[in-house]
């Protein structure tokens, strides 16, 4: 699909009050399991990729520019978090086009592997993610407190694209910070 998009990508410190406000109420509208006063989930992501129409914010990609290992080899990911499009525009293929965005960046810049945590892969499938079943390794956040470490295997929700064409491997992943 050919859509011209008025795509921005922001750094999180860049994003003021309206804004944040204007994120906080369209996060709860497409994710209502999950309502929160507060535009992130667990933490502020670094970077955002935002879709406007008309100054309204009309879809997001948290962005969480990372390294993490595989089996002790060092590789540089884009983390997606909260991937989310006002529902009055899905289904025309904006949320691709920001993965194809993505995509471009990160080979762009030596990122090796676009990576995200989802139940529902349908997106990710779509856009030449494949899954993977590795034992993970994170930082446990919730609400505003660390728990320790997790070490647990993840078989059926983490889906990474290589933009290096390193291929992934079994073993472990260890995500150098919190799951997002
Ligand atoms: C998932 C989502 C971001 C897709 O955005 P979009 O702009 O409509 O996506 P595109 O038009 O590029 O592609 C549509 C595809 O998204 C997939 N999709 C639809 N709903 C989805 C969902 N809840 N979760 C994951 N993928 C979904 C389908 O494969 C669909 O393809 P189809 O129309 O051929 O069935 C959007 O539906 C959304 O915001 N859902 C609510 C929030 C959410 O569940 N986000 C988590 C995604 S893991």
Redesign the pocket.
Known sequence: MNIDLDMQLLAEFEIRPPLNQQLITLRCQ??PDTQQSRSYFKQLPQHRLLVFQDCQLIAHIGLEHRVITLNEKVLRIFGLID???DPQH???????AMLTHLTKLGTQFSVDFLMAF?T?P??YQ?NGFHLVDNYFQWLRVDEHKNYGVAIERIADEAWVKSLSGFPWTNGCVDLLGYLF
Do not use: E, T, Y
């Open positions: 497409c994710f991937v989310f499009v899905q289904g025309q293929g904006i949320a691709s989802a529902d349908r997106i779509k």
